[in-house]
Nanobody, 113 residues
Framework: QVQLVESGGGLVQAGGSLRLSCAAS????????MAWFRQAPGKEREVVAT???????QYADSVKGRFTISRDIGKNTVYLQMNSLKPEDTANYYC???????WGQGTEVTVSS
């Protein structure tokens, strides 16, 4: 059974940092794209960052220069380092794999002003 489990969310003050992790199990995703999405209350889910099997990355304009996506193939894990957090980054953050075929349950990030 394939599972994606996010962790690392929490409450942080504006300007602070958090590192989210998404641990995959049930199969290897070494050859797959992986991504982080977020959904704020009352808003649609949006893509935050993606990384492919060659470790090429893409970011939403709103997080460029502040967030970094990375992956550890051996650990079957993808990370999202979030720096210089802003209140507008408050959302539930989800990881997805294999062209969004698989999803985690989400981890909540709250940034206070």
């Amino acid at each position: 059974q394939v599972q994606l489990v996010e962790s690392g969310g929490g409450l942080v003050q504006a300007g602070g940092s958090l590192r989210l992790s998404c641990a995959a199990s049930g199969r290897s995703f070494s050859g797959d794209d992986m991504a982080w999405f977020r959904q704020a209350p009352g808003k649609e889910r949006e893509v935050v960052a993606t990384i492919n099997w060659l470790r090429a990355t893409q970011y939403a304009d709103s997080v460029k220069g502040r967030f970094t996506i990375s992956r550890d193939i051996g650990k079957n894990t993808v990370y999202l380092q979030m720096n210089s957090l802003k209140p507008e980054d408050t959302a539930n953050y989800y990881c997805a794999a294999s062209r969004n075929r698989y999803w985690g349950q989400g981890t909540e990030v709250t940034v206070s002003s």
